[in-house]
């Protein structure tokens, strides 16, 4: 009965939406409940979240309803979240109007700064666990997060009408590993649409509302934000103090810049205009900022005139993949760049900064956070602005420790780009980056994991059991080893059950060598790699082999080199187009013919002298030469 009721009032408040979204002053904040959905990927996050849309009447009720929040077109072709997605709820409980928000947060690793923002704004979370499956990696990553936030955490079962759902396994290991009490753990499907009823009532007896002034001058967290093409960035803010109106004078804490409040509103998740934004609740503001240096996320935004405390904001995000990114065509470089800020603008866990390469020319060297956000992106910059790039093979940031008296103004260097690797002679000792790996595998598979993570140079730090068929492993591993084949070699050595999550762990020892490749003698910077020692000639020999398929032939032979340390490594040879001179030989005297190849041999030493190799520069033949 419950069910019918709250139902009920989940479509009735639907008829009168716009009309009470118009003044938002009724909502004070011990009525305003602002909470996100934090999961492993897959486990059913945004399926929950378009129930709880239907439910309070946000949209239809409708068979087609899949992944309604998630409106990127890459998100809808790829079934995954890569950016954190708001919605305001208007829900009816035990006589009382509530504004709910609702935030749905990415579930991979690699859009882990999408979480950690999102949960800024909120004073709770639903951990969503996959009934069938159990905790994962990244489970047990976003925990922490809002454990390290002092959320209030409520446990979801989804998926429990499957046929493979272990209810009580799953609880087991919920209570073993996060220590929570789940006699309140919440069991629905999100599919069915069973025990969505429960959810929302369970956040408002559970979380707490925002803890702000209702009175005191505004304070505003800027916790994400978007490009539109007509009004410029759209920001995404929590009011933490204070009330915000159209109209308002505000200054960013800092820039110190002052912009006008051209428009505020609610999403529902549709962009809804409102006279003001009040204490506690979450919104959009709209002021005509137009880069990404303006639009810095956890900027605190205050009135004009007044001053403030700020607010703590956000650790910066931590790029740990980088790659040379490259207009196809030269002409496209201006494009690319007015394409590339509204990218940044809608993801701040981008670095980006301008780069050129003797064989590309000018481009940008970008960080991502791990290998599906460098592809995510870079399939953005293709579906969303039109613009074809090439991409670099990626890379990762390593230090080297100058000799002392060596010519230089610092004794450490930082690079991520192998055209920078020094000089071994002015060098002590190289370091690369390391991560704290966590993987969760079923017990049968545990050898071969292990067998997988020692080959990727791996240290073993913790292993516990999770339940009696479940296993946790934490090994410390060099970031360069997993960014590119560890993930597909986890997955296929554990026949898809394993998860992995990682963090950063800071800089160790290493023995890295810049491993080069020669065109004819002459080294190609755009495909130059820093690897182990160990894994130079491997790596070396397979970049050849490719360079080999990719490179069309000449008229003259092309000697492809992977050189390292003074010392030629691996070597493949395009072969010369030939052209068949003894053909107009019918017969007569062998040395005719030999006279007339020895011409032909001497012509192409002279073309080869002087020729040049030039490498396809289309992408599907440049991405093809990934090590991965």
């Known amino acids: 009965s419950s069910s019918n009721s709250n139902s009920t009032s989940g479509s009735n408040n639907s008829k009168s939406t716009a009309t009470r979204f118009g003044d938002l002053s009724q909502f004070p904040p011990e009525r305003v409940r602002n909470f996100c959905i934090i999961a492993h990927v897959d486990h059913g996050k945004s399926t929950i979240a378009d129930r709880l849309l239907e439910l309070t009447g946000a949209i239809e009720p409708s068979a087609t309803n899949k992944q309604v929040l998630d409106q990127l077109q890459v998100e809808q072709e790829r079934g995954v979240t890569v950016r954190a997605h708001t919605a305001s709820l208007l829900f009816q409980y035990q006589g009382q109007d509530y504004l709910l928000n609702l935030i749905d947060t990415p579930g991979h690793v690699d859009f882990n700064y999408e979480v950690a923002c999102s949960l800024a704004a909120c004073q709770g979370c639903l951990l969503v666990v996959d009934a069938s499956q159990g905790i ?103 009011v933490v103090d204070g009330a915000l109106r159209k ?179 002015l060098t002590a000792r190289y370091f690369e980056p390391m991560v704290v790996g966590t993987v969760l595998v079923p017990e049968e598979y545990l050898g071969k994991v292990m067998q997988l993570c020692q080959a990727s140079r791996g240290e073993q730090l913790h292993m516990s059991f999770v339940d009696s068929s479940r296993v946790m492993l934490k090994y410390r591993l060099p970031l360069s080893e997993i960014i590119e084949t560890f993930f597909d070699e986890l997955k296929s050595c554990s026949s898809g059950y394993a998860s992995f999550d990682f963090e950063e762990a800071g800089y160790a020892a290493s023995d890295l060598v810049h491993v080069q490749v020669l065109m004819n003698g002459q080294p190609v910077d755009a495909l130059g790699f820093v690897c182990h020692t160990s894994r130079a000639y491997d790596r070396g020999r397979l ?86």
């Open 543 to 628: 970049l050849c082999q490719r360079l080999k398929e990719v490179i069309p032939r000449q008229l003259f032979d092309v000697a492809i080199q992977a050189s390292t340390r003074g010392k030629v490594i691996a070597r493949e040879t395009v072969k010369a187009l030939r052209k068949d001179v003894t053909a107009k030989c019918y017969g007569g005297d062998i040395t005719r013919k030999m006279k007339l190849l020895q011409r032909q041999k001497e012509g192409k030493k002279r073309m080869r002298m002087v020729g040049n190799v030039e490498l396809p520069k289309v992408k599907p033949a440049f991405r093809s030469l990934s090590l991965s």
């Open 136 to 238: 994962q990696a990244q489970t047990v990553a976003n925990f922490y997060l809002a454990f390290e936030r002092e959320l209030e955490i409520i446990p979801v079962l989804n998926k429990v009408d499957l046929p493979s759902a272990d209810v009580s396994r799953t609880l087991q290991q919920i209570e073993t590993v996060f220590d929570l009490d789940t006699h309140k753990a919440l069991q629905v499907s999100a599919k069915l649409g069973m025990g969505i009823d429960q959810i929302l009532p369970a956040v408002i007896e559970r979380v707490p509302p925002p803890a702000g002034n209702p009175a005191g001058p505004l304070r505003m967290l800027l916790f994400d934000s978007w490009f539109d093409t007509y009004r410029g960035a759209v920001s995404v803010v929590e």
């Open 247 to 425: 109209g308002d004078k505000i200054v960013a804490a800092h820039s110190g810049r002052g912009y006008e409040a051209l428009e505020v509103g609610v999403l529902t998740p549709s962009r809804v205009p409102t006279d003001a934004l009040f204490c506690g609740q979450v919104g959009y503001v709209v002021t005509g900022m137009k880069t990404p240096e303006e639009a810095r996320v956890g900027d605190t935004f205050h009135h004009k005139g007044t001053t403030v405390q700020v607010l703590p904001g956000f650790k910066p995000a931590k790029c740990m993949v980088f790659a040379g990114l490259y207009p196809v065509d030269p002409n496209d470089y201006e494009t690319l760049a007015a394409a590339l800020s509204k990218l940044v603008l809608d993801d701040s866990s981008v670095s980006l900064r301008k780069d050129t390469s003797l064989a590309l020319g000018a481009g940008w060297r970008l960080g991502f956070l791990g290998m599906l956000h460098m592809d995510i992106f870079s399939q953005r910059l293709e579906i969303e602005h039109s613009m074809p790039v090439i991409m670099t093979s990626p890379s990762v940031s390593y230090k080297a420790e100058l000799r002392p008296g060596a010519d230089v103004t610092e004794p450490e260097l930082i690079f991520e780009n192998p055209a920078f690797f020094p000089d071994p002679v």
